[in-house]
C-alpha cells in the first residue's frame, strides 16, 4: 500500500561492494520540522516559566533597577547604603578586574538581589492581602468601605496579565482550624439528626477526644501544614480516591455531557475530528501556561495545580493502592471502535493534525471491518472492575512482550476515545433520553471506556459528545473548563462545512491509524470476565433519572433575594424528607482553591434550621409568613456554611486529616472512627458554568451544556447534581440504586420539582401581598386611596 511505504522513513541494500541506504525526503522533513517546534515549544515554556517565576514583577522590571544602580554610580549617591562598595571589595577575581568593571558588576549584583527581594516583598504582600476573607461573608450586592480598599490593593498588586501559573506562589496555604472551634460546628451540624440519648453520647465522644488526644494530633498537623503546601490534599488523593480497592466506575468516575439543544454536526468522525483538535490547542495553551487564571470577582485568585494533570495521565492499579501516572509531551491517542484499540499519532511535520486531518483518521477507524483479537473486546473491563484483581493481571500479563507495548499506549496516550455505535443525547420527544445518555457516559457497556484515564473522550454516531472522568486526579470544575473551551472553539471558531465535514483540506497521504496488538491467554480472558460481571452489576443496579427543570432558575431566585445554590439546597432537604420521611446527614461539595493546592470541602446541608423550614412546609397550621422567615434562616445560615466551608473553616476534612495523624500514631479515637464512618444518605454537588464566559448564552441561549453527574454514594441513598444554566434553566441528575427499596430516581425528582415550586410559591405569595400594599397607599383621582 502507498501509505505504508511512505511510512518507511528509510530502506536498504546489502551489496558485495557496501550498503545502498536511500532515506525518505519527506520523512526527513517531518522530523525537522518536528524538532524545531520541540524546541520552540521549549522556549516558549522558559519564557513563560520566567514570566510566572517573578510575578508579580516583569522581566523588564529588572532592567529598570539595574539602570537605576548603574545611574548611581555616575551622580555620586548610594541608595545601597554601601552595601554596592562591600560587594565591590569582596568580589572573587577582583584582582583580574578594572576598578569600573568592579563597580558596574558589583551595581548589577546588588540590583538583581533587590530586585529578587522586591519580587518577594511584593508576593508575601499579596499572600496576606488574599489571607483576608471578610469579603465573602458580606451580603451580595453590598460591599464595605475596608472591602473597596482592600479589593484595590489586591488588584494594585496582582499585576498585569497574568498567566495561568503567575498566582501560585502568593496563594495563602489552607490554615488548620482549632478543634474546639471544628468539634463545636461538627456537634452543631448532628444534632437535628440525633434524638437526646445519641446526641448526649455523641458529645461525650467529642469531649473526651478533646481532653485526651486532640491537642497532640492538632500539633502534627500544624507542623505538616507549616511543611506542605496544603495539609489536606495529598492525605485526600491517596486515601479518598487511590487506597479504595473497589471498582472506580460509577463509585468514583462522572461524567460530564454535551451541548443540550445543539449538535454541531451529525457526522461521528467529524465531530469528533474538531473537539479532538479543540483539546489540542487547550493542551498547547495549558502546557505553555497562557491560559488566564480563574478569578473569584474577577480579582481574587484561584489554584490552578489541578489543571497540570489533565492531559497524559492515568491511574496505575496497586495491589494496595493505586498510583497517577502524569506523562509530558505525548504526541498520541488510542481509539476504542468496537472492541478494537487503534494508536493515532496526533501531530505530523511538526504540527497538531488538522480537524480534517484528524476526521479522515477517525473514519478509517469506523471504516475499519477487521474483527478484536481473542481477549481484546472486554479488556477495558478490567479497569470497571476491583483493584486488586486488575493490578496482579497487569502484572503477571501486561509486564512484557506485545502486551506491555499496548498498554504503555493507552497508558501514555494524551487521553482516551471512545467511537460508540449507539447513538445517545438529549431528545425532548423521548422520555428517558437524558437518563440513558447519562448511564452511557457514567459506565457504558463497563468495556468500552478505559476508567483509569484522566478522561475517556466519549463520540456517538449522530454527532454528540461527552465525557467520562477519572476522579482521584482533580474535581469537576477542572474538566468543566477544557469542556467549556472545547465547546466554544468547536462551534465558534472550527466550525463545518454545510456537509457536515470538518473545514480544511483532505490529506489522504496520512499513516493510516495502526492496531495495538494482544496476546490474551485464557486466564486473563477469564479475569476480564469476572471483571465485566462484576462491574455490569454494578452498572445495571444504577438507577438514573435526570431532568430539565425550566419552570423558573437563577434569576427569579435572584429577584427574591435568596443565593440560588441555598434555595436549591433547602429545596433538596424538603424533597428528602417527603421521599424517605427521615432526615439525613447531606454532603454538598465546596471548593477550597482560594488556597494553594485546594480541592474541597463539606458543607453539611442538613442544619437545625433547614429541618425547621421544612417541618414548617409540612405543617398545615404554619402560615406562609412564618415559613418564609424560616426559609430566609436557614438560607442564611446555608450560605454561612458555605463560606465557612470555603475560607478553610470546614468541619470534614480537618477530622478526616485528624484520624488519619491517629492511625500514624497508632492511637484509637472512638469519636473520630464514630464520625468517619458516617454514611452520607444525600450526597450533592453542583457544576459550575459559564468559568470562561467564551459564548453569550443571552444571546445564544442554545449553546449550554446539561452539565454532568456521578453515581450513588451509599447503597440506601440519593447522589444529586444540578447544574444553574443561564438565568431560567436548572438541570438536575439524580442517582441511586435499584437493589435499595427505599429509593427511587425518577420519584425523588419530582419530589425535588415539587418542592421548588412550593418554595417559590411563598415569595409569590409575599409578593402579592406587597403588591396589594402598595396599591393601598395608591391616590386616586378624586384624591382617595384604594380600600
Not at 515549544?41 to 522590571?61: D, E
Not at 551595581?107 to 530586585?115: E, P, Q, V
Request: aromatic share 12%; charged share 20%.
Amino acid at each position: 500500500m502507498a501509505e505504508a511505504h511512505q511510512a518507511v522513513g528509510f530502506q536498504f541494500t546489502v551489496r558485495p561492494d557496501g550498503v545502498d541506504l536511500k532515506l525518505s525526503q519527506e520523512v526527513i522533513k517531518n522530523i525537522y520540522l518536528s524538532g524545531v517546534t520541540a524546541w520552540k515549544k521549549r522556549a516558549i515554556q522558559f519564557k513563560n516559566g520566567v514570566l510566572a517565576g517573578v510575578y508579580p514583577a516583569s522581566p523588564s522590571s529588572w532592567l529598570i533597577v539595574v539602570i537605576a544602580m548603574m545611574s548611581s554610580l555616575y551622580i555620586h549617591v548610594d541608595p545601597s547604603l554601601g552595601m554596592i562598595n562591600a560587594i565591590k571589595e569582596n568580589l572573587p577575581c577582583r584582582d583580574y578586574m578594572s576598578v569600573q568593571t568592579r563597580a558596574v558588576l558589583s551595581a548589577i549584583l546588588f540590583a538583581t538581589g533587590l530586585w529578587l527581594f522586591l519580587i518577594y516583598l511584593l508576593r508575601y504582600t499579596l499572600k496576606a492581602l488574599l489571607s483576608y476573607h471578610g469579603w465573602i461573608f458580606e451580603s451580595h450586592g453590598k460591599m464595605s468601605s475596608s472591602t473597596k480598599v482592600w479589593l484595590s490593593l489586591v488588584k494594585m498588586f496582582s499585576g498585569r496579565r497574568p498567566l495561568l501559573y503567575s498566582f501560585q506562589a502568593s496563594l495563602p496555604r489552607l490554615p488548620v482550624p482549632s478543634v474546639d472551634d471544628t468539634i463545636h460546628r461538627y456537634l452543631e451540624s448532628v444534632r437535628p439528626l440525633l434524638d437526646s440519648e445519641q446526641y448526649n453520647q455523641m458529645e461525650l465522644l467529642a469531649n473526651e477526644f478533646k481532653a485526651s488526644m486532640a491537642t497532640q494530633l492538632q500539633r502534627y498537623l500544624i507542623l505538616k501544614s507549616w511543611w506542605a503546601t496544603n495539609y489536606v490534599s495529598d492525605w485526600w488523593e491517596e486515601y479518598i480516591y487511590l487506597r479504595g480497592r473497589t471498582p472506580i466506575m460509577v463509585n468514583s468516575n462522572f461524567y460530564i455531557m454535551d451541548l443540550l439543544y445543539v449538535t454541531p454536526t451529525h457526522r461521528q468522525a467529524a465531530r469528533a475530528g474538531n473537539v479532538v483538535h479543540a483539546m489540542l490547542q487547550y493542551r498547547r495553551k495549558l502546557e505553555r501556561g497562557e491560559h488566564a487564571p480563574l478569578r473569584a470577582l474577577g480579582t481574587v485568585p484561584m489554584c490552578s495545580t489541578q489543571m497540570e494533570r489533565i492531559f497524559n495521565t492515568t491511574r496505575i492499579p496497586g495491589i494496595e493502592t493505586d498510583i497517577v501516572q502524569h506523562l509530558t509531551d505525548r504526541k498520541h491517542l488510542v481509539v476504542y471502535h468496537k472492541g478494537r484499540f487503534f494508536h493515532v499519532w496526533l501531530y505530523t511535520g511538526g504540527r497538531h493534525l488538522l480537524p480534517s486531518e484528524l476526521e479522515t483518521q477517525f473514519q478509517r477507524i469506523l471504516n475499519d471491518t477487521s474483527e478484536p483479537q481473542p481477549g481484546e473486546l472486554k479488556l477495558a473491563a478490567l479497569t470497571a472492575g476491583n483493584r486488586v484483581p486488575w493490578a496482579r493481571t497487569r502484572i503477571k500479563y501486561f509486564s512484557q512482550g506485545v502486551n506491555k507495548v499496548s498498554l504503555d499506549a493507552i497508558e501514555s496516550a494524551a487521553f482516551f476515545l471512545a467511537l460508540d455505535d449507539e447513538p445517545q443525547g438529549y431528545d425532548p420527544a423521548k422520555t428517558n433520553s437524558l437518563d440513558s445518555y447519562a448511564k452511557s457516559l457514567l459506565h457504558g457497556k463497563c468495556y468500552d471506556r478505559w476508567f483509569d484515564k484522566s478522561f475517556t473522550l466519549i463520540s456517538y454516531p449522530n454527532g454528540k459528545m461527552g465525557v467520562n472522568v477519572e476522579h482521584s486526579w482533580a474535581d469537576a470544575p477542572i474538566v468543566g473548563h477544557m469542556w467549556e473551551y472545547v465547546a466554544a472553539t468547536d462551534c465558534f471558531h472550527l466550525g463545518y462545512t454545510e456537509e457536515g465535514h470538518c473545514k480544511g483540506d483532505v490529506n489522504k497521504g496520512l499513516p493510516y491509524p495502526t492496531r495495538l496488538q494482544w496476546q490474551i491467554p485464557k486466564e486473563c480472558q477469564d479475569v476480564t470476565e469476572a471483571s465485566y460481571l462484576s462491574a455490569k452489576q454494578i452498572a445495571d443496579d444504577v438507577d438514573f433519572h435526570g431532568y430539565l427543570f425550566n419552570e423558573f432558575g437563577k434569576g427569579l431566585i435572584k429577584k427574591c433575594r435568596t443565593s440560588p445554590d441555598a434555595f436549591i439546597q433547602l429545596a433538596l432537604q424538603l424533597a428528602q424528607f417527603r421521599d424517605q420521611g427521615v432526615f439525613c446527614l447531606t454532603y454538598e461539595s465546596s471548593m477550597t482553591r482560594m488556597f494553594r493546592d485546594g480541592r474541597t470541602e463539606t458543607v453539611r446541608s442538613c442544619t437545625s434550621e433547614a429541618v425547621e423550614f421544612v417541618r414548617a412546609m409540612e405543617d398545615a397550621s404554619a402560615t406562609n409568613a412564618q415559613r418564609l422567615a424560616l426559609f430566609r434562616k436557614a438560607a442564611d445560615k446555608h450560605q454561612n456554611m458555605y463560606r465557612l466551608a470555603m475560607t478553610g473553616s470546614g468541619i470534614d476534612r480537618h477530622l478526616f486529616c485528624l484520624y488519619i495523624v491517629s492511625k500514624y500514631l497508632g492511637v484509637d479515637s472512638p469519636f473520630l472512627k464514630k464520625v468517619l464512618s458516617e454514611p452520607w444518605k444525600l450526597s450533592t454537588s453542583q457544576t459550575p458554568q459559564q468559568q470562561l464566559n467564551l459564548v453569550d448564552i443571552n444571546k445564544f441561549p442554545k449553546y449550554v451544556s446539561a452539565g454532568g453527574g456521578f453515581g450513588p454514594v451509599a447503597d440506601d441513598g440519593y447522589g444529586v447534581s444540578y447544574i444553574i444554566v443561564g438565568e431560567n434553566l436548572i438541570t438536575f441528575h439524580i442517582s441511586s440504586k435499584f437493589s435499595s427499596p427505599d429509593t427511587d430516581s425518577f420519584r425523588f425528582g419530582q419530589n425535588i420539582r415539587k418542592a421548588m415550586t412550593d418554595i417559590q410559591a411563598l415569595f409569590k405569595t409575599e409578593n402579592d401581598k406587597k403588591t396589594v400594599e402598595n396599591a393601598k397607599h395608591v391616590p386616586l383621582e378624586n384624591g382617595k386611596k384604594h380600600i
